[in-house]
């Protein structure tokens, strides 16, 4: 009997077959691979699996354990409603990309060791930019490019960090690690540009809002998320991340106050709420663990959900700004009310998800003693209603009416939507169904009588608040500022000297030092690995290149060679690795 | 659904009695704080009925005039900013 079956294998395995299939098979087949990878994760004990051998180095494909199965369940539920909200979408590359996406994510979540940890983590990266480009408009384009530009910069620093740290430890093992030594920074450098940190997440906001709608949903679940698991893996307890997660997520809200897109102030605002995660992966407390991780679980639903409803206005109207938008809760009922319960979800309100999760992570800041940082998480909070609860749905759905032509979206989205939404309610009010997944499991009291009336007293007062300013904050066509302004305008020759200076000729350095590491230990080994070299390496190179370079025209026009030159610099990377297995099999 | 929508917030006397609700809720909760049991204080600001409620309020017109302000005069620029 086959003890384990890996979820992610499932996906990305499965996802093969899509393209063969046709109408509702398609459909049906596309919604039972995520089921089956569910099933999988239920089906888990805990131990170690798909242990293979190289270098005296163990590669674990599946680590299994309470933090990881946590993660494994909301990613496989997220993929089947995300399958379900884009059941419509006639691109098999745009479903391919997803399953691959959300395969990797899985894949990085279940490794235990560092090397297959990076391939997921690269694997995440190139498919996910598909979601973005498939979306074929010229600002999609130009900002996958930064999009994987910026992704390619954090996995090669992350590489070069596990490198580094093998070479000390003679270990690929991925197990916690203090903040400290150039090997853990870069390590944690690569995770942090990927949870988006502050002035290392303008990619998130930059990118998001020009994905395809279904795709929005699934980034908005997958990257940031994995990043936190792969935080609160590696660094608990980190006392430096309970300050930078505080001050994430005010910086965030902050941005998403000023904002008008309504996909990209939401975008702000998963940054904010993995600052909240952050912070609880800082206090390292087993409550703060458990807070990150439920808060994980609850950020994915209603903010999947807030995607969702906000995806389902675009679909209809074509409108993503909330200067165009007004009154369509007249047309799209069940949008508005399925939007406003990922709203009280993700503000906390008594009953709603958001409330089960995000005060774990306050209690136990407070716990510790944290006193600014709580302070700057509560005002954070405040930031959260405001503009996600009570801004952008006056804006969108009430406000002064536009007379928009709309409707609520076809029934499978409207589906996804609904499901996605009675599960926020359903953790609101059983909590304890959520508790059980969670690494330490979650024994926490949200509705104490204090707790529930402080926090409608802050909703409440923030609603006053904005009820002063109602007719003040307004739409806008404009764009805000934000730490892409480095290397989007003032970076941008500077960036270009580098890759050509630095980063070319570095990448000769490894190539040339890799030919003679791997060449020096003999004829035979050396011919072996370069056949496979040839023959297989040469091959994914190639072919990543080539699809890379074919897919699109508009992504042709774009092309500067950087982009290959990264994915070789990868992909040497991972060869230089390769290779060393091949010498001592 | 949609007709029940456009009867309460259609109309603006209907309006006007949720936003009445509101203010009583408001009321409620900070006149109740001033006699509620606190069975577990984190902070000393735990012990001021009412803190929250001046927190929420506080927070929320600061943020507001705040990044405005931050907006006008430095961040907000035009959408073809970078092209």
């Known amino acids: ?585 | 659904m949609r007709m029940l929508l456009e009867s309460i917030l259609g109309s603006p006397e209907k309006r006007r009695l949720l936003r009445r609700i509101m203010f009583v809720l408001m009321a409620l909760f900070v006149i109740y704080d001033f006699f509620m049991r606190r069975h577990h204080v984190e902070f000393w600001w735990d012990e001021i009925p009412g803190f929250y409620a001046g927190f929420g309020l506080a927070a929320c017109v600061i943020l507001i005039v705040v990044t405005n302000a931050i907006a006008e005069m430095w961040l907000k620029k035009k959408e073809d900013y970078y092209d």
């Open chain 1, 1 to 585: 009997m086959i003890s384990w079956v890996h979820p992610g294998l499932i996906l990305i395995l499965g996802s093969l077959l899509i393209p063969f299939l046709r109408g509702r098979v398609k459909q049906g087949y596309m919604l039972l691979l995520p089921v089956l990878g569910f099933i999988s994760v239920l089906a888990m004990h805990e131990g170690t699996y798909g242990v293979y051998h190289f270098l005296g180095q163990e590669i674990v494909l599946g680590r299994v354990d309470r933090l990881a199965t946590a993660f494994g369940f909301i990613f496989t539920l997220m993929m089947f409603i995300g399958v379900l909200y884009g059941l419509r979408v006639k691109d098999d590359g745009h479903h391919l990309a997803g399953f691959f996406y959300a395969g990797s994510a899985l894949g990085a979540t279940f490794a235990g060791d560092f090397l297959s940890f990076l391939v997921f983590w690269e694997i995440m990266a190139f498919a996910s930019v598909f979601l973005v480009t498939y979306n074929r408009t010229d600002r999609a384009y130009k900002a996958a490019y930064r999009y994987i530009l910026v992704h390619a910069t954090s996995g090669v620093c992350l590489m070069a960090g596990i490198l580094l740290q093998y070479y000390h430890t003679n270990s690929l093992a991925f197990a916690p690690m203090e903040l400290s030594g150039l090997p853990a920074i870069l390590i944690f450098f690569g995770f942090a540009v990927n949870a988006g940190l502050p002035f290392l997440g303008a990619w998130l906001p930059d990118a998001y809002p020009e994905s395809t709608l279904s795709g929005g949903v699934m980034m908005a679940s997958f990257t940031t998320k994995t990043a936190v698991y792969a935080l609160a893996r590696g660094f608990a307890g980190a006392e430096l991340l309970v300050w930078i997660g505080a001050i994430m997520a005010l910086y965030s809200v902050a941005y998403a106050t000023i904002e008008s897109d309504m996909r990209k102030l939401l975008s702000h605002h998963i940054l904010s709420q993995v600052g909240y995660m952050v912070a609880g992966i800082g206090v390292g407390t087993r409550l703060g663990i458990d807070g990150a991780v439920a808060h994980a679980f609850t950020n994915i639903l209603y903010k999947g959900l807030l995607f969702m409803a906000t995806g389902s206005i675009i679909y209809v109207t074509g409108r993503r700004n909330l200067k165009d938008t007004g009154g369509l809760y007249k047309t799209m009922p069940y949008t508005f009310i399925l939007f406003m319960i990922g709203g009280f979800s993700i503000s906390g309100v008594p009953l709603f998800a958001g409330f089960a999760s995000k005060p774990m992570i306050l209690s136990a800041a407070a716990e510790e003693h944290y006193m600014w940082p709580w302070l700057l998480m509560m005002f954070a909070a405040a930031g959260t209603f405001l503009s996600t609860t009570l801004k952008l749905p006056y804006l969108a759905f009430l406000g002064k009416d536009k007379k928009i032509e709309a409707e609520d979206p076809p029934c499978n989205m409207l589906l996804a939507m609904a499901i996605t939404a009675f599960l926020c309610v359903l953790i609101g009010v059983y909590p304890n169904f959520l508790y059980r997944l969670l690494p330490y499991g979650g024994h926490y009291h949200p509705y104490t009588v204090e707790h529930f009336v402080w926090t409608m007293q802050i909703l409440l007062f923030t609603w006053l608040g904005y009820y002063f300013y109602i007719d003040k904050i307004k739409g806008k066509h404009a764009i805000n500022l934000d730490a892409d302004w480095f290397y989007r305008k003032a970076g941008a020759p500077a960036f270009m000297w580098l890759a050509r200076k630095v980063f070319a000729p570095v990448d000769d350095v490894v190539s040339e030092s890799y030919k003679s590491i791997i060449l020096r230990p003999g004829q035979w080994i050396a011919s072996r690995s370069l056949r496979f070299d040839k023959g297989v390496v040469d091959g994914i190179v190639n072919g990543v290149a080539n699809f890379t370079v074919s897919f699109s025209s508009a992504m042709r026009r774009l092309q500067t060679g950087i982009l290959q030159d990264y994915a070789f610099a990868v992909f040497i990377g991972l060869l230089f690795l390769l290779n060393l297995y091949l010498l001592l099999f």
